[in-house]
């Protein structure tokens, strides 16, 4: 069973910077694609932004130019650096790993955006 687990959540005013960090429990083998989702209040859960390999990142398009995902330097961690940030990126964001067929979540940490 792999655990993942997000920090970083907190209060900022609009036009603020958080950085959300997410540890995977595992040190055995390498969780080849980590992403972060959010789910607002009354929202479907959406993909904010993933990190496959090393390189490969895609983003929604309403956080491009704003957020950036990066790998960690220990393994199986990944930061999302939130720039600019807006009342509308108000959510639980949550980290996930998968491997395959097997995909796991974190708890969720919350951002809120208020001034």
């Known amino acids: 069973q792999v655990h993942i687990v997000e920090s970083g959540g907190g209060l900022v005013q609009p036009g603020g910077s958080l950085r959300l960090s997410c540890e995977a429990s595992?040190?055995?083998?390498?969780?080849?694609?980590m992403a972060w989702y959010r789910q607002a209040p009354g929202k479907q859960r959406e993909l904010v932004a993933e990190?496959?390999?090393?390189?490969?990142?895609h983003y929604l398009d309403s956080v491009k130019g704003r957020f950036t995902i990066s790998r960690g330097d220990a393994k199986n961690t990944v930061h999302l650096q939130m720039n600019q940030l807006k009342p509308e990126d108000t959510a639980v964001y949550y980290c996930?790993?998968?491997?395959?067929?097997?995909?796991?979540w974190g708890q969720g940490t919350q951002v809120t955006v208020s001034s």
């Open positions: 996930t790993g998968a491997l395959g067929a097997t995909r796991w």
């Open positions: 595992t040190s055995s083998f390498s969780i080849r694609d």
């Open positions: 990190i496959i390999g090393g390189e490969y990142t």
